[in-house]
């Protein structure tokens, strides 16, 4: 049969080591942003969110990195645990094209014991 | 810790149906969502509602939905006469206080299959 939906990136790490995951955000107007998590059968699950007047935001083993210049945010996870296994998302708040939150496509991450 | 509640997890139902997908936000606060998520595509939004009255909708949101709290505590989806693109997962999410931007807690969702 046809296959339908995105493939989605992918990230296999290992236990102990950083995970980083990356996002191209769309609009430039955009000035908040949330990292969710999302395991399989589950909603959203928000993680961090940092406002554009912040470069950095840091949470436990979690950091955000926004750089405005590129429209691009990252999240980084330290020390990934198996339990970080599942898909990461951002989304950015538009208040230019309606009052609402525009998601990415995600990311899968795989945590290998 | 407080959290949304979805209700039913999955519903099956036959083409051109009506639905009722029930939510009961976070009792604090004042924002609710919907949005929905295609097997495998990203998450959308659908609607959300302050003050006992839409704020924002999307394009998807068309006459087919329609959103209402019928009490203090209850907030649901009606889609009427079910199409079989409708099949997704339906979340429900609510946010505190004034400001749509405050961060969004979501529910775990309802699966809807249109047969």
């Known amino acids: 049969g046809e296959s339908v939906g995105l493939h989605l990136p992918t990230l296999s790490v290992q236990e102990g080591d950083n995970s980083i995951i990356n996002c191209a955000y769309s609009?430039?107007?955009?000035?908040?942003f949330i990292w969710y998590k999302q395991e399989s059968g589950k909603g959203p699950q928000f993680i961090i969110d940092i406002r554009s007047n912040m470069d950095k935001r840091q949470g436990q083993r979690v950091t955000v990195l926004l750089n405005k210049t590129v429209k691009h945010l990252s999240l980084q996870i330290a020390a990934t645990q198996p339990g970080d296994s599942a898909v990461y998302f951002c989304a950015e708040w538009q208040s230019d094209t309606g009052n609402q939150f525009y998601f990415g496509t995600g990311t899968s991450l795989t945590v290998i014991p | 810790e407080p959290e949304v509640t979805q209700t039913p997890s999955h519903q099956v139902t036959q083409m051109g149906q009506e639905v009722i997908l029930r939510c009961v936000p976070i009792s604090n606060h004042l924002y609710f969502y919907w949005y929905r998520q295609i097997l495998g595509q990203k998450v959308e939004f659908l609607v959300s509602?302050?003050?006992?009255?839409?704020?924002?909708k999307s394009e998807i949101f068309d006459d087919q939905f329609s959103v209402e709290r019928p009490d203090g505590s209850n907030f649901t989806l009606k889609i009427r006469s079910t199409k079989l693109e409708d099949s997704a997962m339906y979340f429900c999410?609510?946010?505190?206080?004034?400001?749509?931007?405050?961060?969004?807690?979501f529910g775990p969702g309802t699966r809807l299959l249109v047969l």
């Open positions: 509602f302050y003050n006992n009255e839409i704020s924002e």
């Open positions: 999410a609510s946010s505190a206080l004034a400001g749509a931007k405050e961060t969004q807690y």
């Open positions: 609009n430039s107007a955009s000035d908040y």
